[in-house]
């Protein structure tokens, strides 16, 4: 089971760059590393997902160390409506995705 | 593509009463799975589906009941509901074995708040 572990909440202001870090040590092998963002009153909705070095999508960078034991999910020039809480996701067995409680992000103008 | 409905939006039981949360896909997905989040939590799994006729259990998966009759649906029930189980329940589906598919993508739906007093 690849449990992640990411700060409760982050503030940042608008046209900043944020980075979000997830650690998860025991993370399997064969795992991808994946990050969801979800709005209030919102089902999550999948951002980006890797396995090692750096994915680039025109949302948000990840950047995986070679020991995969952390990641960094970068959301560049954030803007008000990228307010929401941000999770790290790990996978387990048969497809399940196990949610921890993420990342409360609060921008500021 | 409406991608994932859930019905109904918002639903409030008395304890003991029973209902059923109906998810749909239009994606043709094999995988379907249906959360639960508590105010202030992640989501936690409660059932899945890896395919029509096939359900398993999750995390939590007392006192919830599913069937997966049709591919693209996806049937959460609550036989007797307790308090415990007010929550925003959501329906999502995934593809991973399609081109391109993804276990790590599910698609989600808008949520049911479900209220038992």
């Known amino acids: 089971l690849a449990k992640t572990t990411q700060p409760i909440s982050m503030d940042s202001y608008e046209g900043q760059e944020v980075n979000i870090t997830c650690s998860h040590n025991n993370i399997a092998t064969n795992d991808y590393i994946t990050w969801y963002q979800q709005f209030p009153s919102q089902g999550p909705r999948f951002i980006i997902q890797?396995?090692?070095t750096k994915v680039t999508n025109e949302v948000a960078s990840l950047f995986i160390p070679a020991d995969r034991k952390s990641s960094t999910l970068s959301l560049p020039r954030v803007s008000l409506s990228d307010t929401a809480v941000y999770y790290c996701?790990?996978?387990?067995?048969?497809?399940?995705?196990?949610f921890g409680t993420g990342t409360r992000l609060t921008v500021i103008p | 593509n409406a991608g994932v409905t859930q019905t109904p939006k918002f639903r409030v039981l008395k304890t003991g009463q029973s209902m059923t949360l109906l998810c749909a896909q239009d994606?043709?997905?094999?995988?379907m799975y249906w959360y639960r989040q508590d105010p202030g939590m992640g989501l936690r799994l409660i059932h899945y589906?890896?395919?029509?006729?096939?359900?398993a259990k999750g995390e939590v998966p007392d006192g919830y009941n599913v069937s997966r009759l049709k591919k693209q649906n996806f049937l959460l029930g609550l036989e007797s509901a307790a308090p415990s189980q007010t929550s925003v329940y959501f329906c999502?589906?995934?593809?991973?074995?399609?081109?391109?598919?993804?276990?790590?993508?599910?698609?989600f739906g808008p949520g049911t708040r479900l209220t038992v007093t």
């Open positions: 589906s890896v395919g029509e006729g096939t359900t």
């Open positions: 999502a589906s995934s593809s991973p074995g399609l081109a391109g598919g993804s276990p790590y993508e599910q698609y």
């Open positions: 994606m043709n997905h094999e995988y």
């Open positions: 890797g396995y090692k």
């Open positions: 996701l790990g996978l387990t067995g048969a497809n399940n995705l196990f």
